[in-house]
């Protein structure tokens, strides 16, 4: 191949100076056992912070997601050390609820889960701790791509909407609300919803997020000339109660109603509504009758001079 060198092989073996310039990540496998049972395994995180403070002041949420199921809850957080409390909060929902225990979590290094009281409680329960390597998400991939999952949503839904920043955590709540009730491939296209309580979602009640609605105001609120209702933006989806979250933009209000007209269509498509052509008016007269008109118009033209 070139001149000047012999033909001998040279094996140098182990390269150090190789390894420092051309190491990589390592690859990750595709993808490992599932949970066989409810809260068998939960993956958490939290994600934050938020530059935008949301209008209840949260920059941070942490969500906890049911490996068999997919079915996921959110809480959110305007500090760190709320992680804990969140966390025996949905302990405790999951045990009066669902009637089970959480057996591992799953988590990354993150000072907010590996803090003396957090490692405590779940020595007290038996709760088995699965924790990610340093600066290795991967290992965390369900819970991060959740988290990518949620935020990429809530972006759509607040350009859509036409909304500010300040209502991320309405929009983020509302695609996690939507996401629980939404078939998916994971689960042979059912929901995680039916897969976790055994009960069908009914999506009969669900609306566009940042529509108009227009909210029922109370006999006792009104004096007789007063309006009946109040133009509100549609916000979201109340647990436990029977009614959606509307913002009031005079107020400045959060307002939580179930008499609502929804406006869902703001603006009409151009595209959809094509513009009709106008009809073509054609005069057809008789022989008579154009032989006359003619002959009025000869009578009534003067005759014209040239100088």
Partial sequence: ??????????????????????????????GGKRAKKILELVHSDMFGPVKVPSLGKFVYYVS??????????????????EVFDRFKEFKGLMENKIEKKIKVL??????????KEFEELCKKCGIARQKTTPY??????VAERMNKTLMERARNMLSG?????EFWVEAVDTACYLINKSPSSALEDKTPQDVCTGNKPSLSHLRVFGCDAYVHVPKEKQTKLDSKSEK????????GLKGYNLW????????????????????????EVQPKEPKKIEFELNEEESDSTAEEESKDEKPQTWF
């Fill in 1 to 30: 191949m070139v001149e000047g060198m012999s033909n001998s092989s040279l094996d140098f073996g182990f390269c150090e100076n190789c390894v420092y310039g051309k190491q990589n990540w390592r690859s990750f496998p595709s």
């Fill in 64 to 81: 906890f997601i049911d490996d068999f199921s997919r079915n996921t809850w959110i809480y959110f957080l305007k500090k760190k050390y």
């Fill in 106 to 115: 799953r988590t990354d290094n993150g000072g907010e889960f590996c803090n």
């Fill in 136 to 141: 290795t998400p991967q290992q965390n991939g």
């Fill in 161 to 165: 909407a036409t909304l500010g920043q």
């Fill in 232 to 239: 509100c933006i549609f916000i979201g989806y109340k647990y």
């Fill in 248 to 271: 009031n933009p005079v107020t400045r209000k959060v307002v939580y109603n179930q008499d609502v007209v929804f406006r869902e269509v703001k603006n009409v498509i151009k595209h």
